[in-house]
């Protein structure tokens, strides 16, 4: 079955497929539940049981009366009592998740029709940090994306406390999050790259 699409009349359609591979690549694949970085209950690639919480936890199918906690690392940490998931299940999973959350990303509060304006890899990175709960966190950095503030988005983005406790942690969620805000910046100057092309022709 092939990958889901994002569409908008008269705008080139979004395909999946390669966001899916990179959240499989960066995420990894954890057979049993474990708690994110977040503190959140996760199983698969970095999908949410519910709402991550011990309670929605307790109430899937996941859980099997106990919890026993590895000692170190995402993959030790995961609950070592809890039942586990296939890979191909996982990826069914995950792409439930990136499909719904990448419909609520192209609604007129987040990123909008201006979604489809983006370049292929800002789409891309734009989309993973809604899937790991980062871009939908910050409305000022959406809101200045609708607007075509690119770089304005970028300094917003990272000027809250995850990413300078990431930063300071070494974990890799300050590496996706720097990313993102640096193919903003790339937006900012192909964006300006065009209109000073408008002008010339204009001039001419």
């Given at each position: 079955m092939p990958d889901p699409v994002l569409v908008r009349p008269n705008k080139k359609p979004y395909s999946f497929s390669k966001l899916a591979e990179e959240v499989k690549s960066k995420e990894g694949f954890v057979a049993k539940p474990y708690k994110d970085?977040?503190?959140?209950w996760t199983v698969g690639y970095g999908s949410l049981i519910g709402d991550g919480?011990?309670?929605a936890y307790k109430?899937?199918?996941y859980y099997t009366g106990k919890i026993t906690m590895g000692k170190s690392g995402i993959a030790d940490k995961a609950d070592l009592s809890g039942k586990s998931v296939t890979e191909e299940t996982a990826r069914a999973m995950m792409m439930k998740s990136i499909t719904d959350k990448a419909s609520r990303a192209i609604k007129?509060?987040?990123?909008g029709d201006k979604f489809f304006d983006l370049s292929p890899d800002l789409q891309d990175a734009a989309i993973s940090s809604v899937y790991r709960g980062g871009l939908?966190?910050?409305p000022k950095t959406m809101e200045n994306i609708r607007e075509g503030k690119f770089t304005e988005a970028a300094k917003e983005f990272l000027d809250n406390d995850e990413y300078k406790a990431a930063k300071e942690s070494g974990s890799g969620v300050a590496a996706r999050m720097d990313l993102l805000a640096n193919l903003l910046k790339e937006e900012a100057k192909k964006k300006a790259s065009f209109a000073e092309r408008v002008e010339q022709r204009v001039a001419e």
């Open positions: 970085s977040k503190g959140y919480s011990d309670a109430k899937s199918p007129s509060d987040m990123l939908s966190g910050s």
